[in-house]
Each structure stands twice: as C-alpha cells, then as structure tokens.
C-alpha cells in the first residue's frame, strides 16, 4: 500500500497544476491493469458511475489510442454536480496512460465550467524492500476553468477530488495485490 496520499496543487489565476506521486507495494503489470481497467473504474472510483471505452486502436508498436466516456458527478463539501467526460486517452509501452478531455459536460453548467482537463499516469519501478516490487506511479494533471473561484475553495476542491481518486486507486491496486491474480480485464475491450 501507500502513506496517505499527498496532492501538490498550485494556481495561477484560473488554472490548477497538480502532482501527486504514490509509492506502491505491487508489480508494475497489475499497477497499469488497474489504472487502464476502464469498465471497472465504477466499482472503486469515487464520483463515477459508469466508464466505457467507445474505440480503441493501436499506434505503432506499443500504443494505443483509446476514447473513453465517463459519467458521474463531481462533489466538494455539500455541492455535488452531475457530469458527462469524453476523454482521448494515449497508452505508452505499458508504462504511460495520457488523458486529455475533449468534452466535459457539467450539469447545469454544462460546457462553460472546465476549459482544460488533462491526466498522465506514469509508472517506473521504485527500489524493492525485502524482495517485495514496488512501483512508483506519478500523476500529473492541469484543469483549467472557464471561471474563476473564490481563492481557497479552488484549490482545495482539485486537491480533496484527486486525493480520494488516488486513495481509492492505491486501494485497489492493494486488493488486486493481495489476491495474487492480474487485473480484471472487466473493461479492456469493450467498443460499444
């Protein structure tokens, strides 16, 4: 497993950087199975409830193109508010899953809210203690606003999202872990 996960988010005006850099007891096989296990994204990532992948190709040797749909909501505090992503999504020798939003839909807000979403999970091996893998998986994401919010409140939001997200993520990796059995393949290859 992880310590507590620990998210960096600095701002400038209406845009948000943030890192987040995690520590994982796994091998590197079932780490990139459970981030690029779309279907199953459901089951134990918080504020989404469904995950599809609508294409999928192959690029060059060892990619892939993938475009993902989400549904879900995103809350802070007592605000929670439905949405609808459809995201480009870049695979990298099994090492790299790029995601950039091409639409994000949030509820009554609907295309005016998000300007800019991009994800990139990227995986190297982490020294192993007592012969156990490890594995260090970094994120990295920029979200840019259409509007600006109030000082405080932005930055606290993209941090407590993208903590629970991660958190929830070092969990499953953690179950998947130690069940000793790969990834569900759950979502892998669904083109609906």
Same mark, same amino acid.
């Given at each position: 497993?992880?310590?507590? /996960?620990? /998210?960096?988010?600095?701002?400038?005006?209406?845009?948000?950087?943030?890192?987040?850099?995690?520590?994982? #007891? $796994?091998?590197?096989?079932?780490?990139?199975?459970?981030?690029?296990?779309?279907?199953?994204?459901?089951?134990?990532?918080?504020? +989404?409830?469904?995950?599809?992948?609508?294409?999928?190709? &192959?690029?060059?040797?060892?990619?892939?193109?993938?475009?993902?749909?989400? =549904?879900?909501?995103?809350?802070?505090?007592?605000?929670?508010?439905?949405?609808?992503?459809?995201?480009?999504?870049?695979?990298?020798?099994?090492?790299?899953?790029? $995601?950039? #939003?091409?639409?994000?839909?949030?509820? +009554?807000?609907?295309?005016?809210? +998000?300007?800019?979403?991009?994800?990139?999970?990227?995986?190297?091996? #982490?020294?192993?203690?007592?012969?156990?893998?490890?594995?260090?998986?970094?994120?990295?994401?920029?979200?840019?606003?259409?509007?600006?919010?109030?000082?405080? +409140?932005?930055?606290?939001?993209?941090?407590?999202?993208? #903590?629970?997200?991660?958190?929830?993520?070092?969990? =499953?990796?953690?179950?998947?872990?130690?069940?000793? $059995?790969?990834? &569900?393949?759950?979502?892998?290859?669904?083109?609906?």
């Amino acid at each position: 497993m992880t310590d507590a /996960v620990k /998210v960096e988010v600095r701002r400038t005006g209406r845009r948000f950087d943030a890192e987040a850099v995690l520590d994982l #007891a $796994a091998d590197e096989q079932t780490v990139w199975e459970t981030i690029t296990d779309y279907g199953a994204l459901p089951s134990f990532m918080p504020g +989404i409830r469904a995950c599809r992948v609508i294409e999928r190709k &192959a690029v060059g040797k060892d990619g892939e193109r993938l475009v993902v749909e989400q =549904e879900g909501e995103f809350r802070f505090l007592l605000f929670a508010q439905d949405m609808l992503v459809r995201l480009d999504i870049e695979h990298q020798r099994q090492r790299v899953a790029d $995601a950039r #939003a091409v639409s994000f839909d949030l509820g +009554i807000l609907k295309r005016r809210a +998000i300007e800019v979403f991009e994800g990139r999970y990227e995986i190297a091996p #982490a020294p192993s203690r007592r012969g156990a893998p490890r594995v260090q998986l970094r994120y990295t994401a920029v979200i840019g606003l259409h509007m600006t919010p109030p000082p405080a +409140i932005g930055n606290v939001a993209v941090r407590h999202n993208l #903590a629970a997200q991660l958190e929830a993520v070092a969990g =499953e990796i953690a179950r998947r872990t130690a069940a000793g $059995a790969p990834a &569900a393949k759950s979502g892998r290859r669904s083109t609906r």
